[in-house]
C-alpha cells in the first residue's frame, strides 16, 4: 500500500521480488509532456530557496565538499517552500549557495558539520490534524525551546537531524543517533562532530532527516545528498584513474497527476488501479501512471512522456558512476542501452562496499542492477561510440499487487560529445592497496543465534477498506505493535562480538526493503537458497507473498555486531520511508563484549 505526500503527513499524525539484480522489459520516451499543468511552475522566488534544474536539462554535478588536512567543515541549512501545486520543496544549502553537496572525507578524517534547521510551518495539511506522541509532538504545535536537542525527542513537521546511511558511527548525539536527537527551527546551530573509522569501507554513503514521522515528506522534498569515502581504487585498482560521476536518484509528487499515459505505451493489460489516497499502484504490466516521478541531480524526468536528462560524455570513454537510490518510495532497476541494446556494465560496489571474494576484489558485469530505496551502487560504464547516443533507463520493478507503480521510464539521454566537459572529481592513478581485513571474513564465521523478523501489512480499520494501513515489522514471539520512538525498550539485544543469522520474511504482497543503521550484512539465502554474493549490503529487498506461495517469502542475512563502534540504541526498518514513518520500524540494543 503506497501513500500520497499529503496522506502520509495524516498517516505520520495518527501514526518476486524484482530480486537482488533486477528485471528486465523495454523503455521508450517521447518529448515533453504537452499538457504540463500551469501550477506546476514555481515562482522566482521559490526557485532562489530552493533552485532546481528545468526539465530536460543537463544533468549538474554535485558540489564537492572535501575535507582537508584530515577535517571537513561544512555548514549547512536545511529549508523548505511550499509549491503553488501544494507539495513542499525541501533542500540543504551551503553558504555559497550550493544545493545538497557532496561530501568527500578518507578513512580517520574529522567531520564537522553544523546544521541550521530553517524549516516553516507550511504543510499545508498539517493544521487539520491533531497531535501524534502527545503534547510535545504534534504538527501545529510550536516546538517547545529545548535546551539540549540531544534528548528532546520533539517531533514536528518542522523538527529535523541527520542519519548518515551506511556509515559504521555511534548511535550517540553529535554523530548518528536518530531515536532522541530532534533539532529545532529555534534551536542555535546544531554541531554533529564525528570521526570518520579508519576502516570505513571506500565507497559511496549519503545523508538524509530521519525524525519519525515525517522522515518521507522531508525526503521526498529533495532532503538528501551523497557522501563518499575515498580510496576506492585501494580495493579496486581497476578504478584507478577513472572520472567519476555521482548522480542522485530522487521522487517527488507527480507534476503531472492527471495525465493519461503516453500514445507510445502498449494498451494496459489492466485497468489502472489507485489506493485510497489517490497514488498508482502496481498494475503488473511495466506501462501506465508511476506513482511518483524521478529526478536526477534534481533534473525531473516527468510523467507521462519522460523527456530525460542529458549525460554529455566523451566518446567511448569509461567512468565511474555513484548512483544513489534516495527516493522514499521508488525501486530503480537501471540499464544502460545504446541502440536499444542493453551494455554491460562493472559493478564495483554496492552499498558503499567495494565487492571482495577470498580478500580479492571482484568484479561482476552485468546488463542491469537493481536498487532498492536507500540502496547504492557504483559501477564502471564505457560512453557510447562517436555519433550514438544512449539511453540511462530504469525498468519496471514489480512491487506485489499492494506495492505502489514503478514502470519502465527512460532518465537520462547519454550523448556522445568530444567537447564533453571534463568532469570535477578523478580517481588517483596511484595507490596502495588496502589493508588486509583483520576479521575473519563473514561467511566463515558461525552465528551465536538465529532470529526471524517478519514484514505485515494491517488495514487499520477492517471495516473501511479504505482506512490508512498500517505497517509492521515484528520479531517472532513478540507482538505486533507499531513503532514508538519514545518507548525505548529495544526489540532486539545483542552483544558487540556477536554474530547473529537473521530470516527476514515478508507475509504481505509488497515487496519491502530491509534496511539496519551501523552495520552491514551478508546475504546467505533467498527463500531458502543459499546465494553467493561477494558483497555485503546495509539494505536488501525481501520479496512480497502470493496467496498461492505455500510459505512466506524470505532472505537469510548474517549480521555483523563484531565493531566496536556498533555499541548502543539503533534501529531497523523498512526503507520506504512511508512505511518507516506507518510504523514498520524497531530497535536494536548493541551491549559491550561481557556486559549483561
Same mark, same amino acid.
Given at each position: ?21 533486477? @528485471? ?24 532562489? @530557496? ?45 553558504? #555559497? ?44 504545535? $510550536? ?12 517531533? &514536528? ?112 493489460? &489492466?485497468? #489502472? ?40 560524455? $566523451?566518446?567511448?570513454?569509461?567512468? @565511474? ?117 583483520? @576479521? &575473519? ?156
Amino acid at each position: 500500500m503506497n501513500f500520497s505526500q499529503s496522506s502520509i503527513r495524516r498517516q505520520a499524525i495518527r501514526i518476486a521480488c524484482f530480486g537482488l539484480i533486477g @528485471l528486465c522489459a523495454v523503455v521508450s520516451w517521447n518529448g515533453m509532456a504537452e499538457n504540463k499543468a500551469p501550477s506546476a511552475q514555481p515562482s522566482a522566488a521559490q526557485i532562489d @530557496l530552493c533552485p532546481r534544474p528545468a526539465v530536460g536539462s543537463a544533468v549538474p554535478e554535485p558540489a564537492d565538499v572535501r575535507s582537508s588536512h584530515g577535517v571537513l567543515k561544512l555548514d549547512l541549512t536545511i529549508r523548505n517552500v511550499l509549491e503553488k501545486d501544494g507539495s513542499v520543496r525541501y533542500c540543504y544549502m551551503t553558504p #555559497s549557495g550550493a544545493e545538497s553537496p557532496t561530501l568527500r572525507v578518507h578513512p580517520g578524517d574529522r567531520v564537522e558539520l553544523r546544521l541550521k534547521n530553517d524549516l516553516k510551518d507550511i504543510e499545508p495539511d498539517a493544521k487539520a490534524n491533531g497531535p501524534i506522541y502527545g503534547p510535545i509532538c504534534s504538527a501545529t504545535a $510550536k516546538p517547545h525551546k529545548v535546551s539540549n536537542p540531544c534528548d528532546s525527542g520533539v517531533m &514536528t513537521a518542522t523538527s529535523t537531524n541527520l542519519h548518515f546511511h551506511g556509515m559504521t558511527m555511534s548511535p550517540v548525539c553529535h554523530q548518528d543517533d536518530v531515536l532522541k536527537t530532534s533539532i529545532q527551527p529555534s534551536d542555535p546551530v546544531f554541531e554533529y562532530n564525528f570521526v570518520v573509522p579508519k576502516d570505513e569501507p571506500p565507497g559511496l554513503y549519503w545523508y538524509h532527516p530521519h525524525v519519525h514521522g515525517f522522515s518521507s515528506v522531508q525526503v521526498e522534498g529533495g532532503a538528501s545528498g551523497a557522501l563518499i569515502v575515498e580510496g576506492i581504487e585501494r580495493a579496486m585498482p581497476e578504478v584507478a584513474g577513472l572520472p567519476e560521476r555521482v548522480l542522485v536518484i530522487r521522487d517527488q509528487d507527480l507534476l503531472n497527476p492527471n495525465a493519461p499515459p503516453n500514445k507510445s505505451e502498449p494498451p494496459q493489460l &489492466t485497468k #489502472s488501479q489507485v489506493d485510497s489516497d489517490g497514488d498508482a499502484q502496481n498494475n503488473g504490466t511495466g506501462f501506465g501512471k508511476p506513482s511518483k516521478d524521478l529526478s536526477v541531480n534534481f533534473v525531473t524526468v516527468p510523467y507521462p512522456n519522460y523527456e530525460p536528462a542529458t549525460i554529455r560524455i $566523451k566518446p567511448g570513454q569509461k567512468q @565511474l558512476w555513484r548512483v544513489l537510490n534516495s527516493s522514499s518510495v521508488t525501486y530503480l532497476n537501471l540499464a544502460l542501452l545504446y541502440q536499444r541494446k542493453p551494455q554491460s556494465i562493472g559493478i564495483v560496489a554496492i552499498d558503499g562496499v567495494p565487492e571482495q571474494k577470498d580478500g580479492k576484489g571482484v568484479i561482476p558485469w552485468v546488463d542491469h542492477i537493481g536498487i532498492p530505496p536507500g540502496s547504492r551502487v557504483e559501477f564502471i560504464m564505457n560512453g557510447p561510440p562517436a555519433g550514438e547516443t544512449g539511453l540511462l533507463v530504469t525498468r519496471w520493478v514489480d512491487t506485489g499487487p499492494a506495492g505502489e507503480n514503478d514502470p519502465n521510464r527512460a532518465l537520462a539521454l547519454i550523448k556522445a560529445d568530444p567537447q564533453a566537459p571534463e568532469l570535477a572529481s578523478t580517481l588517483p592513478t596511484a595507490h596502495t592497496p588496502l589493508p588486509a581485513a583483520k @576479521l &575473519t571474513p563473514l561467511r566463515d564465521v558461525k552465528p551465536v543465534r538465529t532470529r526471524k523478523l517478519f514484514f505485515t501489512e494491517v488495514q487499520s480499520n477492517p471495516n473501511d477498506p479504505n482506512s490508512p494501513t498500517d505497517f509492521y515489522i515484528t520479531v517472532e514471539g513478540q507482538k505486533p505493535k507499531l513503532f514508538d520512538p519514545h518507548n525505548g525498550m529495544p526489540n532486539i539485544t545483542v552483544h558487540q562480538g556477536d554474530v547473529e543469522d537473521w530470516i527476514i520474511e515478508n507475509r504481505s504482497p509488497e515487496l519491502h526493503a530491509f534496511h539496519i543503521h551501523q552495520i552491514h550484512f551478508l546475504v546467505m539465502e533467498v527463500d531458502g537458497h543459499p546465494v553467493d554474493e561477494p558483497f555485503l549490503r546495509d539494505t536488501v529487498n525481501v520479496p512480497y507473498y502470493k496467496s498461492t506461495e505455500l510459505s512466506y517469502p524470505s532472505v537469510r542475512l548474517r549480521m555483523d555486531f563484531r565493531d566496536p563502534h556498533t555499541v548502543g540504541t539503533f534501529v531497523y526498518h523498512c526503507h520506504l520511508l512511508e512505511h518507516e514513518d506507518g510504523g514498520m520500524m524497531g530497535i536494536v540494543r548493541v551491549l559491550p563484549r561481557g556486559k549483561k
